[in-house]
């Protein structure tokens, strides 16, 4: 590995890190990214199912996974036998929690990260979300508009290619669009029955990006193209090194997870992409003597602003499941995607609800068995108790402190899961979805269900925070470095050479899932580090 320090360091290789890296890279930066997972095998990791209903999960399947030290992955809705080895140990990688606060965190440590188990749903957000403080006066807007997102956006959505309709919606800006996203003769029918009987609450088609069927990102096929890239995996980031005069990073070290040796690596600026609650752990592991609560936390809201969406589910049988063709890959989990509703609630002012905010639906009928699901997607709003931090009596398997998380509803998340819970009812009703969504499980699996809610569900009706996997907060940006940890361009204010390009950096997370968005501000900093590079700057 090259002696000389680097112009970029991308710790990461997901949806954030492979934007960052390419867009630095194809720009003339000398990148190196540091993946704490491992290469896949496109035949070995991606095993095709003996038949059919072969990646079909069951309560026996999650439960002998637990057994087997994936206690908390097992309740991830995308874990299957297809998909178990794509997750983490939890006895390997453990967290800890508040008293009487569950969380989910869902992990993916190997390079493409968790991009081989999303949905791809790539959905802009408007200014009626990014400046909602401005409509109904709570917490902070994003220092940042559409305007400055709108053409990395569109490089985003242009070179990943994505299926969908403009569809003309103020609270769901219209992307570039490589053609329709096919519904099934049901899902048809569903929206132009909703379009007609609640006229006043707007619905299309999904918006989802291409699959990637040799299961490698196309970021970095493109970063590794420039001949600028190299990628170490297995490298687990312990912490970024600061100078002790100036603040700024020098560099890596990273944990070798084959062997536990430690390393590190120079470079002159460092982009932090490794996922919202990993990357507020590794900076607040990155305590130096001018950042003695962990690096960039000056104004003491490191970790703080946690969020992550409410999720209501519901499902059912229906009779004409279309399915998804007999060419399907069963890795392809963009394609169980039909149809979306943005939200309708406190659309550009404060309706009487209950509630600030909104959420949104998302939801097939006719794609896969039992046969439909909606899910409702809400906004959970900015707490400062709601948190990431150390835990000091903890470690993990490569002697790094684990991350505490503190994630606990409001009021107003509670009031926003009633009215989820009862527009499910009235969508089911209302449209003759059969509500039947324990129909086709046998006793045993009805009472490992039983017995597991807790673990599953809130007593409020949600899932258990986390376990949307859109965390975001804990280094939000804003323009005020007495109270905000990133600036307007993703750069710590104590230490402007690090960038947080991941949801970390979100000040609020809206109702639309955050992958584009992420990707958007990750391709936005990847050119704003290169221009940095060429002008001779680490600040």
């Known amino acids: 590995m090259n002696k000389d320090p680097w112009d970029l360091i991308v710790i990461g290789s997901g949806a954030s890190g492979g934007w960052v890296a390419k867009e630095a890279a194809e720009r003339g930066a000398r990148v190196l990214m540091l993946e704490a997972g491992r290469q896949l095998d496109a035949k070995r990791d991606f095993p095709m199912p003996d038949k059919p209903d072969g990646g079909r999960v069951s309560p026996l399947v999650r439960v002998l996974a637990a057994l087997r030290g994936q206690y908390v992955q097992a309740r991830c809705m995308s874990f299957t036998p297809l998909t178990a080895h794509l997750f983490v140990n939890d006895r390997r990688n453990p967290y800890s929690t508040a008293r009487g606060a569950a969380f989910n965190w869902f992990r993916a440590r190997q390079v493409g990260g968790r991009l081989h188990l999303w949905g791809r749903n790539a959905l802009r957000m408007s200014d009626l979300d990014l400046k909602a403080a401005e409509i109904d006066g709570f917490g902070d807007c994003w220092p940042i508009r559409h305007a400055d997102l709108d053409p990395w956006y569109s490089r985003v959505e242009e070179f990943l290619g994505v299926t969908g309709e403009r569809a003309g919606i103020p609270n769901l800006p219209d992307g570039h669009y490589s053609g329709p996203h096919r519904l099934t003769r049901s899902e048809t029918e569903l929206v132009a029955r909703i379009r007609e009987i609640w006229p006043d609450r707007p619905v299309t088609t999904c918006r989802v990006i291409h699959h990637m069927p040799d299961r490698i990102p196309p970021t970095l096929k493109a970063a590794t193209?420039?001949?600028?890239?190299?990628?170490?995996?297995?490298?687990?980031?312990?912490?970024?090194?600061?100078?002790?005069?100036?603040?700024?990073?020098?560099?890596?070290?990273?944990?070798?997870?084959?062997?536990?040796?430690?390393?590190?690596?120079?470079?002159?600026?460092?982009?932090?992409?490794?996922?919202?609650?990993?990357?507020?752990?590794?900076?607040?592991?990155?305590?130096?003597?001018?950042?003695?609560?962990?690096?960039?936390?000056?104004?003491?809201?490191?970790?703080?602003?946690?969020?992550?969406?409410?999720?209501?589910?519901?499902?059912?049988?229906?009779?004409?499941?279309?399915?998804?063709?007999?060419?399907?890959?069963?890795?392809d989990f963009g394609a169980q995607s039909g149809i979306y509703m943005p939200s309708f609630r406190n659309v550009g002012r404060v309706d009487n609800c209950g509630f600030l905010r909104g959420y949104s639906l998302l939801g097939s009928v006719g794609r896969i068995p039992p046969g439909w699901f909606f899910m409702a997607i809400g906004e959970v709003l900015p707490n400062a108790d709601n948190r990431v931090e150390l835990d000091p009596g903890r470690r993990d398997a490569w002697g790094i402190p684990v991350a505490r998380v503190t994630l606990r509803h409001s009021e107003n998340e509670r009031a926003m899961i009633r009215d989820m819970i009862r527009t499910l009812r009235d969508l089911a009703q209302t449209f003759g979805l059969p509500d039947d969504l324990m129909g086709q499980e046998g006793l045993v699996a009805r009472l490992t269900y039983r017995l597991a809610g807790r673990f599953v569900f809130t007593p409020d009706g949600a899932l258990v925070p986390g376990s949307s996997v859109h965390e975001t907060g804990g280094a939000c940006m804003g323009q005020d470095p007495a109270r905000h940890v990133t600036d307007p361009d993703n750069r710590l204010y104590d230490a402007p050479n690090v960038w947080v390009t991941d949801s970390a950096s979100f000040p609020t997370n809206p109702f639309q899932n955050p992958g584009l968005t992420i990707m958007a501000l990750s391709a936005r900093a990847g050119a704003a580090i290169a221009k940095s590079v060429r002008a001779g700057r680490v600040s």
């Open 225 to 331: 193209a420039t001949g600028r890239f190299s990628l170490r995996s297995d490298a687990v980031v312990e912490r970024i090194e600061t100078d002790p005069a100036t603040g700024l990073a020098t560099g890596v070290t990273f944990v070798d997870a084959t062997d536990r040796s430690r390393h590190f690596v120079a470079a002159r600026h460092v982009a932090v992409a490794a996922s919202t609650v990993e990357s507020v752990r590794i900076l607040l592991n990155s305590a130096g003597e001018r950042h003695p609560q962990g690096l960039g936390n000056s104004s003491g809201n490191l970790g703080r602003y946690l969020s992550d969406h409410l999720l209501v589910f519901r499902a059912g049988t229906w009779p004409d499941i279309e399915g998804l063709g007999p060419d399907h890959d069963p890795y």
